[in-house]
């Protein structure tokens, strides 16, 4: 797919901004129409263009070779925590972890307790996501379509799904952008959907210098991600102080999209966090998009904060005017930040914040694989993922335990009082890591979430699994989506890059609870290349789903031709597709669940159905099942005699002339030997002379008909000749 972009020109409005009442500046858009559609040749023609360009996709177009070596490291976001100072914590615990067989104690639970959540989660289907293309980590996000279809984003690739498993498009970053002409590589891709638009929002990164920072944003026109999108290319140092953009994270409100990043100097020194905000609807229609600004965004305390995610609604439709943000302190700590934008950009809004105290979250250390020496990054503390719905914002990170094995941290802060309600999630021995999560049921006033995490430890590879935490605060105990393959041996020390986050996305069903998750786990083989991370994308249900067992009744079995049978599906565990065949019949296939069938032509013939879900399929043939037989229509009686003159003594064969096939015949025969008969052609003998009627009455299923005729028989006398005497 290959789209066409601008690069938007700058106007600064340089403003003192307060602690607690930061200021949004704007981005002035260029003064350029709105472009029309072009196709790739014309565009390539036309470099002065200014505005966006949407261009048909090309699935089939062939790739470009590119420069793995170049790129195939994804970016090692810092911290506002120097790295020395992270290392050294990391290196100065590692050796106090308790490490023995590497095989915990199956009684324990991950939860430290007795795994009680009256939710649990099931894997109802999974398939590979993203094909490894030499990035690591693979930076895992997804979004999810109410129609269905699947955006899943990695470093440094894309796929379009349906949730059948089907791929529509898999396509590195460097060839699906490259009509964008940037010189930096893609990396930290972020996909969101947006249910009020009931369209996809992608945000990619591109070069990680300040001579090359650029922001890539991705509007869909429909749900369907094959269809054209419109790109936007920003400059990733808003600020103009000779700074690069990195690790974005997304966020929608009624209106308005959010995009915060940290700012990194060329030395890849922590500076400071910034938030764009754009009105969605100038993006999804591909319009100049210019937008709005927060930077210098600092917490509670007068600090420069680091990671401010936004936070968008938890179910169908959206917050606003305004939108929550949150962050927390990457070294460790006891509190988090609460940020609220006042009203949307175009009104001049503040950034209000607020500290809340919560339980104390660490650094975590790094984690063990199996069967290699190398040590899984955990990174910091930074949060991971969020929602917000009736009054609770919901965020996970990662957290250090007091057995120094990493751990998930889940809080609930109320945005109305400032309380947070925080528990961890894992088991000794395990890293639990990277976590992502979502609302996990359908009543907004239930707090039941999911959260998808990646694990590791010493006796098992890299693995993604998922753990539901019910509305009381239990958790479920997890469930493996794809389990490793293999140990992860990717960079050339001792320290291999794992996550850098985990995606996760509710598909707005009624009164269905479905949510897509995508996330990395070490794969033996993947891409032309051994021991990496490899993606892998898994719809989770909150009730299991077995293939069906194919059954069906047609009614009737036996019927006359062009009569109508219905037959009815008896397939358990809930099929979602059916596949009959009908030989014989009108239609002769059908993919309703009960398909009314006409049969026109007499015989006997077989039906079979096949009925799938998304566990699998089963099909079921009877044999024989429909009998045919021809249109009955009641007779019309007749019949003729071989003689009707006779002589006392002789005998006349009747023959049935009967139309529409009689079954059954009823004959009388006054003045005859017998005087009556149910044989089709009876042969009757007249010993007495005189005339006599003839009565026929011939019948079938579907009636009877009756015929006689009068003085249709004459005996005369027997005589015999004289003898002369």
């Not at 914040?353 to 930074?382: H, K, W």
């Not at 044999?623 to 019949?639: C, E, G, S």
Request: hydrophobic share 35%; charged share 15%.
């Amino acid at each position: 797919m290959k789209f066409q972009s601008f690069t938007l020109l700058y106007l600064w409005i340089i403003l003192a901004l307060p602690v607690q009442a930061q200021v949004v500046r704007k981005i002035q858009p260029p003064n350029a129409p709105n472009a029309p559609h072009f196709s790739n040749a014309q565009h390539k023609s036309m470099e002065a263009l200014r505005g966006p360009v949407a261009m048909t996709p090309n699935p089939s177009k062939e790739k470009k070779n590119w420069d793995v070596m170049l790129s195939q490291h994804g970016v090692s976001h810092g911290s506002d925590v120097p790295k020395t100072v992270l290392d050294s914590i990391k290196s100065n615990l590692a050796p106090q972890k308790r490490l023995s067989d590497g095989k915990s104690d199956p009684s324990l639970s991950e939860n430290g307790g007795a795994e009680n959540s009256v939710v649990d989660p099931y894997v109802t289907l999974d398939f590979k996501g993203n094909t490894y293309n030499g990035w690591t980590p693979t930076d895992n996000s997804v979004a999810v379509s109410d129609d269905g279809y699947i955006v899943s984003v990695v470093n440094s690739s894309l796929m379009f799904a349906t949730d059948d498993g089907t791929v529509l498009l898999e396509e590195s970053f460097d060839s699906y952008l490259d009509f964008l002409n940037l010189t930096g590589s893609y990396f930290d891709p972020r996909v969101i959907y947006d249910p009020i638009e009931d369209k996809f929002i992608m945000v990619v990164l591109s070069g990680n210098s300040p001579s090359n920072s650029n922001v890539v944003i991705g509007f869909s026109t429909t749900s369907d991600p094959t269809d054209t999108w419109w790109f936007y290319v920003y400059d990733g140092d808003p600020t103009n102080t000779n700074k690069w953009f990195d690790f974005p994270s997304i966020g929608v409100s009624a209106t308005e999209i959010f995009i915060s990043g940290n700012l990194f100097t060329s030395n890849d020194v922590f500076d400071q966090v910034v938030i764009y905000e754009f009105e969605k609807a100038r993006g999804f229609a591909g319009q100049n998009l210019g937008g709005w600004f927060w930077d210098d965004v600092r917490d509670a305390d007068g600090n420069r904060d680091f990671t401010v995610v936004p936070i968008s609604f938890g179910f169908d439709g959206a917050i606003g005017p305004g939108i929550f943000f949150i962050s927390s302190n990457s070294g460790g700590g006891n509190e988090v930040m609460m940020y609220y934008t006042t009203d949307i950009g175009a009104n001049n809004p503040t950034l209000e914040v607020f500290s809340a105290s919560t339980a104390q979250y660490d650094v975590p250390i790094n984690g063990y694989q199996l069967g290699s020496s190398d040590e899984i990054m955990t990174n910091d503390c930074r949060i991971q993922s969020g929602y917000w719905a009736n009054g609770i914002l919901h965020f996970v990170l990662n957290t250090a335990h007091t057995d120094l094995y990493t751990r998930i941290y889940y809080g609930r802060l109320n945005t109305d009082n400032l309380t947070v309600d925080a528990r961890r999630f894992g088991l000794t021995e395990y890293e639990y890591a990277f976590p992502s999560v979502i609302p996990f049921t359908t009543d907004e006033t239930d707090q039941t979430a999911l959260i998808a995490f990646l694990r590791t430890g010493s006796a098992i590879y890299p693995q993604f699994r998922v753990v539901t935490c019910d509305n009381a605060g239990a958790f479920s105990g997890s469930v493996l989506v794809k389990g490793g393959e293999d140990y992860v041996d990717f960079s050339f020390d001792s320290q291999e890059r794992w996550g850098d986050y985990s995606g996760i996305s509710r598909r707005h069903l009624n009164n269905e609870v479905e949510v897509w998750v995508a996330g990395s786990y070490g794969a033996f083989f993947d891409g032309g290349d051994f021991n990496i991370l490899s993606t892998w994308v898994a719809r989770i249900s909150d009730e299991d789903i077995a293939a069906p067992v194919a059954n069906f009744v047609g009614n009737p079995t036996t019927v006359t031709a062009g009569q109508l049978v219905l037959f009815t599906d008896l397939s358990t565990n809930t099929p979602t597709t059916w596949a009959w065949s009908f030989p014989g019949g009108s239609p002769t296939t059908s993919v309703v669940k009960d398909p009314a069938i006409i049969y026109n032509t007499p015989g006997t013939y077989n039906v079979s159905l096949t009925a799938s879900n998304s566990a699998g399929s089963d099909g079921e043939t009877k044999t024989a099942y429909i009998t045919v037989n021809p249109l009955v229509i009641a007779p019309v009686a007749n019949f003729s005699a071989n003689q009707t003159v006779i002589t006392a003594g002789q005998s006349v064969q009747f023959t049935d002339l009967s139309t529409n096939t009689p079954t059954a015949w009823a004959w009388s025969f006054p003045g005859g030997t017998p005087v009556s008969s149910s044989v089709k052609n009876p042969l009757i003998t007249y010993n007495t002379p005189g005339t006599y009627n003839v009565s026929l009455t011939a019948s079938n299923s579907a009636g009877s008909d009756g015929e006689t005729k009068i003085a249709y028989i004459t005996v005369n006398p027997n005589v015999i000749a004289p003898v002369a005497n």
